[in-house]
């Protein structure tokens, strides 16, 4: 009995072990189930028009471009969801909007879908604020604005000179909220640009900057010594004291610390423009700038 036990046991095992390898083998041999693919691979695309956002300058063309881009950026503000979900469901996340209206100038502009990441990315993602020495600058605006606009400018360059009243036009809409400082940055291509921005500082010594400076935009296409002195003439200034600035390592120096400070920020052209401190990289128009000075200030 004992030894029918023992072979009972022993078929027993043999045939569990059989089983398990059979087991082992057949899973070995089936197919792997295929892996799901990414949930947004499989999302349709959400082609509802975003609130507040115009879309009529789109043809049916760039509609979908758009929609593609908006569906696939993520959240201007950080979060996991599109940019169209978060204009959508997070209305306290401004600058989703304004990337989402961005996105709309940007496919009329005819850019790429990388053109239009990479615009994103270095607008609302990638933009460190640095830190500008205003303490010499003229000033125009209100003084306790949240706003602050640096310009970095060139007398001679004809885009600074483009860009002025835009610049004015800003701080007219946002009479509260912008004010607008001036850093001189002569190129040394432009042979009369130094002199003309030591002329300004000489006449700022005089409390007319912007009176003189508006003179020298006038008159950018001949910035000659002489008519940079019957500029001073026209403006009232005491012309002899604006003489003796004008040749002082003081007014130099002044000129000379803005083109350090420029340089210092990586400047390479003008004009350059900060929003409390950070790089403005749009176009300079006022719909462009405007949209910019809302979102810092979260309207």
């Given at each position: ?162 860009v002025q009243p835009v610049l004015r ?114 176009t300079r128009d006022i719909d462009s ?11």
């Open positions: 009995m004992r030894r029918a036990a023992a072979i009972t046991l022993t078929s027993l095992l043999v045939f569990a072990c059989n089983k398990k390898a059979a087991d082992l083998a057949s899973a070995e041999a089936a197919p792997s189930p295929a892996a799901p693919k990414p949930a947004a691979d499989n999302a349709p695309v959400d082609e509802t028009p975003p609130p507040g956002v115009d879309l009529s300058q789109l043809d049916q063309f760039e509609r979908k471009v758009f929609f593609r881009i908006v569906n696939r950026e993520s959240s201007a503000c950080g979060k996991a969801h599109s940019l169209l979900v978060s204009v959508k469901t997070d209305p306290g996340c401004r600058k989703s909007f304004y990337a989402v209206k961005s996105v709309v100038k940007q496919v009329d502009s005819g850019h790429t879908d990388t053109e239009v990441s990479e615009y994103l990315t270095k607008r609302f993602r990638g933009a460190a604020r640095r830190s500008i020495d205003i303490a010499e600058a003229p000033m125009k605006g209100n003084a306790s604005a949240r706003i602050s606009l640096v310009e970095f400018v060139d007398y001679e360059c004809p885009h600074c000179k483009r036009q800003a701080v007219d809409e946002f009479r509260n909220d912008v004010r607008v400082y001036f850093k001189h940055y002569p190129l040394g291509s432009h042979s009369n640009a130094r002199l003309a921005a030591e002329a300004a500082v000489a006449a700022q010594k005089q409390g007319k900057f912007w009176e003189y400076s508006d003179q020298i935009w006038a008159n950018a296409e001949s910035l000659t010594p002489a008519k940079l002195e019957q500029i001073a003439k026209d403006v009232g200034l005491d012309v002899a004291r604006w003489r003796k600035d004008l040749e002082s390592d003081a007014v130099r120096n002044r000129v000379q610390k803005d083109r350090n400070d420029g340089s210092g920020l990586g400047i390479q052209s003008t004009p350059t423009i900060y929003l409390n401190g950070r790089e403005y990289t749009d700038l405007r949209d910019w000075i809302a979102e810092e200030l979260g309207r």
